[in-house]
T-cell receptor, first 113, second 115 residues
Framework: ETGVTQTPRHLVMGMTNKKSLKCEQH?????MYWYKQSAKKPLELMFV???????ENNSVPSRFSPECPNSSHLFLHLHTLQPEDSALYLC????????????FGPGTRLLVL | QQQVKQSPQSLIVQKGGISIINCAYENTAFDYFPWYQQFPGKGPALLIAIRPDVSEKKEGRFTISFNKSAKQFSLHIIDSQPGDSATYFCAASNGRGSTLGRLYFGRGTQLTVWP
């Protein structure tokens, strides 16, 4: 595997379900990010981790819970989501925490019913 | 408040033509301006980037023009090809010299190049 990988690629869940999104980067980077991409909206930064420490939480509802066990892996735990949370969730990584050249994964397309 | 404004929302260009996408920003602290290209089913990928100490940067058929005084920058694609059909995002960051810099993205431009 190369670059940034995300699983699953597609996910359908009910509002009462609990699920997790996984991201893995094979680039030796030390910063990782979660973004939300909705139709006709700018990419929204959700969380930033630098050397496994969360450095930014962009006012994300608590029903989204990130976890970064090491610099290569990032999870987004989902529970009691709302239909408006349906979107493409993108993971990215970068060499440093200055968030400049970021490398994105293919995303997880999430549908909340 | 949207930090980076991008236009047009969609663009249709004939093969061989020139595609131009424009972005504007307000925050004068921004010092890094990348463009990302996103194909369907893929994540955005860095295409080309510029810093405000130069007014133009060219890589192959892709050129960024930067106007610091107007706080505007644009992406030009010459000899546009059907394979260029994608969504293009401009972004801005004030990351230099700060660990708190973040990328602010425009809303994206969906480019379609007709053969």
């Amino acid at each position: 595997e190369t670059g940034v990988t995300q699983t699953p690629r597609h996910l359908v869940m009910g509002m009462t379900n609990k699920k997790s999104l996984k991201c893995e980067q094979h680039l030796g980077h030390n910063a990782m990010y979660w973004y939300k991409q909705s139709a006709k909206k700018p990419l929204e930064l959700m969380f930033v981790y630098n050397f496994k420490e969360q450095t930014e939480n962009n006012s994300v509802p608590s029903r989204f819970s990130p976890e970064c066990p090491n610099s290569s892996h990032l999870f987004l735990h989902l529970h009691t989501l709302q239909p408006e949370d349906s979107a493409l969730y993108l993971c990215a990584s970068s060499q440093g925490s200055k968030q400049e050249t970021q490398y994105f994964g293919p995303g997880t397309r999430l549908l909340v019913l | 408040q949207q930090q980076v404004k991008q236009s047009p929302q969609s663009l249709i260009v004939q093969k061989g033509g020139i595609s131009i996408i424009n972005c504007a920003y307000e925050n004068t602290a921004f010092d890094y301006f990348p463009w990302y290209q996103q194909f369907p089913g893929k994540g955005p990928a860095l295409l080309i980037a510029i810093r405000p100490d130069v007014s133009e940067k060219k890589e192959g058929r892709f050129t960024i023009s930067f106007n610091k005084s107007a706080k505007q920058f644009s992406l030009h694609i010459i000899d546009s090809q059907p394979g260029d059909s994608a969504t293009y995002f401009c972004a801005a960051s004030n990351g230099r010299g700060s660990t708190l810099g973040r990328l602010y993205f425009g809303r994206g431009t969906q480019l379609t190049v007709w053969p």
